[in-house]
């Protein structure tokens, strides 16, 4: 099983359409996730992050967590051109100790809003 | 506030010569992190630094190595280049709060492509 996963994509969503985008996680430790957007030759720029479980707002973007499930995802409401990127789920492997603290990054969503 | 740097942007290589990539982080960040990105493999992690100390490492062949020096500066060396090493190499800073790993995420440079030929 991969550390983490993610469903390569593309997922095309109508512009103005909520788009939804999940991630699983291997390991249970984990305390710390992140989303981050990388554009076409660009790096990873980091949108959210999220610790505890449950939802985290901001602005147009949701993260949603469930450490049970080992589940994370990403909703990105009233979507937009602007939004078409890659992106890339992270999970902190450790345990927020700093010795074995390690963020291990799913392969990535291609998102693709059409207008 | 500046933000990652990263030298050079650009590097064509010939198998068997060694490459050297330079990361400044951004000020006040103590801990460096580098990735290859590959189309086939996404983001892999290479080492972390954290206070000129090798903090961790990910799955990768002795032929990478790097530092961190006592101004957060890092570099990361690969020796004897072969043609799969063909890659972004991104590097990422961040401030963990002792006790707290890297929970406020990293901030990115722009990365260095290299190319192996």
């Known amino acids: 099983q991969k550390e983490v996963e993610q469903n390569s994509g593309p997922l095309s969503v109508p512009e103005g359409a909520i788009a939804s985008l999940n991630c699983t996680y291997s390991?249970?430790?984990?305390?710390?996730f992140f989303w981050y957007r990388q554009y076409s030759g660009k790096s990873p720029e980091l949108i959210m992050s999220?610790?505890?479980?449950g939802d985290k707002e901001d602005g147009r973007f949701t993260a949603q967590l469930n450490k049970a499930s080992q589940y994370v995802s990403l909703l990105i409401r009233d979507s937009q051109p602007s939004d078409s990127a890659t992106y890339l789920c992270?999970?902190?492997?450790?345990?927020?100790?700093?010795?074995?603290?390690?963020?291990?990054f799913g392969k990535g969503t291609r998102l693709h809003i059409l207008p | 506030k500046a933000g990652v740097t990263q030298t050079p942007r650009y590097l064509i290589k010939t198998r068997g010569q060694q490459v050297t990539l330079s990361c400044s982080p951004i000020?006040?960040?103590?801990?460096v992190s580098w990735y290859q990105q590959t189309p086939g493999q996404g983001l892999q992690f290479l080492f972390e630094?954290?206070?000129?100390?090798?903090?961790n490492k990910g799955n990768f062949p002795g032929r990478f190595s790097g530092r961190q020096f006592s101004n957060s500066r890092s570099e990361m060396n690969v020796s004897t280049l072969e043609l799969g090493d063909s890659a972004l190499y991104l590097c990422?800073?961040?401030?963990?709060?002792?006790?707290?790993?890297?929970?406020?995420?990293?901030?990115f440079g722009s990365g260095t492509r290299l190319t192996v030929v």
């Open positions: 992270a999970v902190n492997k450790g345990r927020g100790m700093n010795r074995d603290d390690k963020i291990i």
């Open positions: 999220i610790y505890s479980n």
């Open positions: 990422a800073s961040s401030w963990p709060s002792p006790g707290q790993g890297p929970l406020y995420g990293y901030t």
């Open positions: 630094y954290f206070s000129e100390t090798q903090r």
């Open positions: 390991d249970r430790v984990s305390q710390s």
């Open positions: 000020s006040g960040h103590r801990s």
